[in-house]
């Protein structure tokens, strides 16, 4: 079975960029035709889609935060990771990693537990 686990940093100041690194074990990241997805729900707020990656490496954004996404990954680590830059308090939420089959988290069948990030100075 397929486990997610994310890690990082739970508090980043304003300004600054949030590093998150999601750590999968029961499959490689490199095969299958999946999305290797990154989710986020603010507080009181839906889950928002940001973005993944595919398993060939291709990598897919949310229009709203393409400008300060990036995701890359480490095969040798079976991790892909989420920097987002120039976060301000609205970046404040619980995020997570899951495994996607298409690019909307109603289509994500394995999740992280989630980590909670609070952007505050």
């Known amino acids: 079975q397929v486990q997610l686990q994310e890690s990082g940093p739970g508090l980043v100041k304003p300004s600054q960029t949030l590093s998150l690194t999601c750590t999968v074990s029961?499959?490689?990241?490199?095969?299958?035709?999946?999305?290797w997805s990154w989710i986020r729900q603010p507080p009181g707020k839906g889950l928002e889609w940001m973005g993944a990656?595919?398993?060939?490496?291709?990598?897919y954004y949310s229009p709203s935060l393409k400008s300060r996404t990036s995701i890359s990954r480490d095969t040798s680590k079976n991790q892909f990771t989420l920097q987002l830059s120039s976060v301000t308090p609205e970046d404040t939420a619980r995020y997570s990693c899951?495994?996607?089959?298409?690019?909307?988290?109603?289509?994500?069948?394995?999740w992280g537990q989630g980590t909670q990030v609070t952007v505050s100075s």
């Open positions: 990656i595919g398993y060939s490496g291709s990598t």
């Open positions: 029961g499959d490689s990241i490199t095969t299958r035709a999946y999305y």
């Open positions: 899951a495994l996607c089959v298409g690019l909307d988290p109603k289509e994500c069948y394995y």
